[in-house]
């Protein structure tokens, strides 16, 4: 059985490396490449959203999204007045809105069905590859904004060792930065009337 699985992830890791070597060997820099990384964010970014655009009815998201943030502002006039009155019959519209809640959330699990295993894959492909020797210098203004030492902590705190160069970061964080900034791209372009 261990033999059958480390087959199939042997031939995962070949399609990936036909996928991305090309990418990877067009960087500019191969042996730290951060625009590989950056395209790879960018493919990544373009298949979640693209995934959300057509998988989620985002009118029907967005309208039940304005209907609870009135339903919660209703609720917290009501509490704050003191209006029994309006507070119970505003309970007897919770379940409701429960209902549509739990419709919200599972509408938007939609894409993350169809998304997961290709976004594993990638990821896997890219702590395997020469992507996760990646080290990117950030200007010390960036490198406060994104909240870099924090993220330090973290990864120190759950995997041992310590950040050892000056405003460094590594492959993933570099891809998470990426990919918040196209995913935000994207989702303009492809007309979302809400952000990340």
Same mark, same amino acid.
């Given at each position: &059985?261990?033999?059958?699985?480390?087959?199939?992830?042997? !031939?995962? =890791?070949?399609?990936?490396?036909?996928? %991305?070597? $090309? @990418?990877?060997?067009?960087?500019?820099?191969?042996?730290?490449?951060?625009?590989?990384?950056?395209?790879?964010?960018?493919?990544?970014?373009?298949?979640?959203?693209?995934?959300?655009?057509?998988?989620?009815?985002?009118?029907?998201?967005?309208?039940?999204?304005?209907?609870?943030?009135?339903?919660?502002?209703?609720?917290?006039?009501?509490?704050?007045?003191?209006?029994?009155?309006?507070?119970?019959?505003?309970?007897?519209?919770?379940?409701? &809105?429960?209902?549509?809640?739990?419709?919200?959330?599972? !509408?938007? =699990?939609?894409?993350?069905?169809?998304? %997961?295993? $290709? @976004?594993?894959?990638?990821?896997?492909?890219?702590?395997?590859?020469?992507?996760?020797?990646?080290?990117?210098?950030?200007?010390?203004?960036?490198?406060?904004?994104?909240?870099?030492?924090?993220?330090?902590?973290?990864?120190?705190?759950?995997?041992?060792?310590?950040?050892?160069?000056?405003?460094?970061?590594?492959?993933?964080?570099?891809?998470?930065?990426?990919?918040?900034?196209?995913?935000?791209?994207?989702?303009?372009?492809?007309?979302?009337?809400?952000?990340?």
């Amino acid at each position: &059985m261990a033999n059958f699985f480390g087959m199939i992830s042997g !031939e995962i =890791f070949n399609a990936l490396n036909a996928i %991305f070597n $090309p @990418i990877l060997s067009m960087d500019p820099n191969p042996h730290n490449p951060a625009l590989t990384v950056l395209i790879v964010a960018f493919i990544v970014s373009l298949i979640t959203t693209i995934a959300n655009k057509y998988l989620v009815d985002q009118d029907k998201l967005n309208e039940r999204q304005k209907k609870s943030k009135e339903f919660q502002r209703k609720m917290r006039e009501a509490q704050k007045s003191g209006d029994g009155k309006e507070i119970a019959k505003l309970q007897a519209e919770q379940t409701e &809105m429960l209902k549509d809640q739990n419709e919200m959330m599972m !509408e938007s =699990f939609k894409p993350m069905i169809v998304t %997961f295993v $290709p @976004i594993i894959l990638i990821f896997f492909w890219m702590r395997t590859s020469a992507i996760h020797n990646l080290v990117l210098i950030l200007p010390e203004p960036v490198y406060w904004i994104t909240l870099t030492p924090f993220w330090h902590f973290i990864g120190g705190f759950m995997y041992g060792g310590k950040a050892t160069i000056p405003f460094g970061i590594g492959w993933l964080l570099w891809y998470m930065i990426c990919t918040f900034g196209m995913s935000q791209i994207l989702r303009k372009f492809l007309g979302f009337k809400q952000g990340f």
